[in-house]
């Protein structure tokens, strides 16, 4: 029989019974879809984390004050506290001089209210380091970062993120660059427009793009490394040298060993004083992908079970089909056909319904992470890949559980057919 | 018509030819010893009651079936040799079947239907097309091609299915009681149909449980548990049988 008929011929077949057909490769729809759709919805989420920390920077330690819990005499007090916590000088100059150490930017927030009139915006005013722009993977959208003699000579300048812009300012207003910004009294001439689109958040700062920058020396020369925050009734005295080291280093291969020279430091420095954090984005990377592995691997079995489930399903239909079917068998015998045209026949019919409950399961997941997408705003992302061996696993399944039954098939005996009914 | 057989126009040739059904510790002699010649271009009917062994007989000839011991050769064919594969291309290329049911696809069309042996014979979509329509021609359904056989009467259907069992340009077709399920009329319609194209030169065995068929036949074949008690070509002097 030639190929081009066999495949009319189970393809006609399956045509004759199109709810029979869809119905029997429900379970393989079923399974596809399902692991299509959690695969595109876990990439997207795979991707935008990856995304964000892999925008700190995969050869970066960001080290990072943290706030000690208070302790139950502070809280009581309803007077004016004083605490001292976070990133020191000291720990600047020591870190500065380990091995395996590019550069540090270090990052000090002055802990001001930012008002647009009389309301308060969640910005930050902070104290960077020369290499901020650079090792924050911001960009300069407008007007210069600062120049070396700005820090030399301490001025009173300032770099905005783009959402500073956005806030501070009216829609539409041009020169921006150029002109000022007040700050619980102090001016700042605005030098440039910084922007971070690739998601970088740093803990306990947040983006780049919701900070006011000014340089370091600036920011020591007005406030020193007090600041000084009232709420309700209470005033705090936070003393704080800086909130954030970007550490740049050298050599990636090396970052483990750095890390932990500097939490080994870290650690006897502070004492028993739990007030800084570190995070090595490349670890995060490393984690994050083991997580997203061990993931797959769920999923995956979890797809083996229901295209299984699935095949079992249609092989047991074909095996009824078969049985249904044995006069048609037993006539084509008759009339000339091969054992091994039946066989194909049938195995062919199994193989173009689970490939056809491939196809469906395809167009049912991507609607789902599309559907997913539209509803919850949550990313997904279509993998080609996926849609290739979903497909390639469904005719495997057809082959797999389709070969029995057309075994079965071809093993018929004509005779019957020729007995009168 | 018959006319008395030469050696190399014996189209069909059993000899000694048995078969014994293996039920467990039962065996069920069902052929016992048949010795039969079909010359080419004859009309035969092989007769018997059921339980006669012509049901046996019948699938032995058509190839669906083997004997377990004897002879068969078919058109210079031994046919006891031969494996499954070979079975089916001979069923496909040397014998037209013909059913009491018809056995016609129900899903397929008229000009479908005739095609299927063509399809299992490798031949090429073209040929199958010309050749479908020239045989429902040949048994007055030209008309029909694209009906289905719903949409057919059970005489109709039976010319459909002649027409299917000649596509290959049989040996011989083998009918089983091909008016079986049909009314009087028809059914003389079909033996006119079968007359024609014996007529024109095909090899015809016909089997059957009616007695008023005789008349019909070249050559008349009675069985009887597994025998042959009567073969009409005996009168004519074949010196091979004993009866």
């Given at each position: ?45 795979k991707?935008?984390?990856?995304a ?38 000291r ?10 150490i ?14 647009r009139?009389?309301r308060p ?32 000579n301490?001025?009173?300048v ?8 956005r ?21 700042y ?13 740093y ?15 600036t ?9 000084i ?14 909130d ?48 997203q ?73 991507l ?39 057309a ?10 057919v020729?007995?009168?009914? | 018509m ?34 039969l ?17 012509k ?11 083997v ?10 064919i031994?046919?006891e ?5 070979d ?12 059913f ?39 048994v007055?359904?030209g ?13 109709e ?29 028809t ?12 007529d ?23 069985l ?15 010196p091979?049988?004993?009866?």
């Amino acid at each position: 029989m030639l190929i081009r008929d066999l495949f009319r011929l189970s393809f006609h077949n399956l045509l004759l019974h199109k709810v029979r057909s869809t119905l029997t490769s429900l379970g393989v729809i079923f399974g596809v879809g399902s692991v299509i759709a959690m695969l595109s919805i876990s990439e997207g989420a795979k991707q935008t984390a990856l995304a964000q920390i892999e925008a700190m920077g995969i050869d970066k330690i960001i080290v990072f004050a943290e706030k000690p819990p208070p302790t139950s005499r502070e809280s009581s007090d309803q007077g004016s506290v004083s605490e001292s916590y976070g990133l020191t000088e000291r720990d600047f100059g020591h870190i500065n001089k380990m091995d395996n150490i590019d550069r540090i930017t270090p990052l000090r927030n002055a802990r001001k209210r930012i008002l647009r009139g009389l309301r308060p915006l969640d910005l930050k005013l902070v104290g960077v380091g020369q290499s901020f722009l650079e090792d924050s993977a911001s960009t300069l959208v407008r007007g210069r970062w600062f120049a070396p003699a700005d820090f030399k000579n301490a001025t009173n300048v300032c770099v905005i993120g783009s959402e500073v812009k956005r806030k501070m300012f009216t829609l539409g207003k041009t020169n921006i660059v150029g002109g000022t910004l007040r700050v619980e009294g102090q001016v700042y001439r605005i030098v440039g427009i910084i922007e971070n689109d690739i998601g970088t958040q740093y803990p306990g700062i947040g983006s780049p793009n919701d900070l006011i920058c000014i340089p370091m020396v600036t920011s020591n020369a007005l406030f020193g490394n007090y600041a000084i925050t009232r709420e309700g009734r209470s005033t705090q005295i936070s003393i704080i040298d800086y909130d954030l080291f970007i550490v740049r280093v050298l050599d990636i291969m090396h970052i483990d060993d750095t890390s932990k020279r500097i939490i080994s430091y870290l650690q006897k420095a502070h004492s028993e004083n739990k007030d800084w954090g570190l995070l090595v984005p490349l670890d995060l990377l490393k984690q994050k992908e083991q997580t997203q592995n061990i993931f797959t691997i769920v999923m995956g079995s979890i797809a083996g079970i229901s295209l299984i489930v699935g095949g079992i399903g249609i092989m047991n239909i074909m095996l009824a089909s078969v049985y249904e079917r044995r006069k048609e068998i037993g006539t084509r015998r008759a009339l000339g056909a091969q054992k091994l045209d039946i066989l194909f026949q049938f195995l062919i019919e199994t193989v173009f319904l689970t490939s056809l409950g491939g196809v469906l399961g395809i167009m049912l997941g991507l609607g789902i992470a599309s559907l997913i997408t539209y509803y919850t705003g949550m990313p997904t992302v279509y993998l080609w890949w996926s849609v290739v061996l979903s497909l390639l696993i469904s005719s495997l399944v057809g082959v797999v559980f389709g070969t029995y039954p057309a075994w079965k098939a071809a093993q018929q005996n004509p005779i019957d057919v020729l007995r009168s009914e | 018509m018959a006319t008395m057989a030469e050696n190399d126009s014996v189209i069909v040739k059993l000899a000694e030819l048995r078969k014994t059904y293996f039920t467990g510790p039962l065996n069920v002699p069902v052929l016992k010893g048949i010795n039969l010649e079909i010359s080419r271009g004859t009309f035969v009917g092989i007769l018997g009651t059921s339980g006669s062994g012509k049901s046996t007989l019948l699938n032995i000839l058509g190839m669906l079936d083997v004997p377990t011991s004897g002879h068969y050769i078919l058109d210079g064919i031994a046919v006891e040799k031969l494996n499954d594969t070979d079975l089916a291309t001979i069923r496909n290329r040397k014998i037209g079947f013909i059913f009491q049911n018809f056995n016609l696809f129900a899903h397929l069309t008229v000009e479908q239907n005739i095609e299927v042996p063509m399809v299992y014979a490798d031949k090429p979509r073209h040929y199958r097309k010309q050749r479908a329509a020239e045989l429902a021609e040949q048994v007055g359904l030209g008309h029909r091609l694209k009906h289905r056989p719903s949409q057919l009467s059970g005489g109709e259907c039976q010319r459909i299915a002649i027409a299917r069992s000649l596509s290959n340009d049989p040996a011989f077709l083998l009918a089983d009681e091909p008016t079986g399920n049909l009314d009087e009329k028809t059914s003389g319609d079909i033996l006119k149909l079968i007359h024609q194209l014996n007529d024109r030169g095909a090899t015809i065995i016909m089997v059957t449980h009616n007695p008023a068929l005789e008349a019909h036949f070249d050559q008349v074949i009675r069985l009887r548990d597994g025998n042959i008690t009567h073969d009409s070509l005996i009168t004519f002097g074949s010196p091979e049988h004993v009866d």
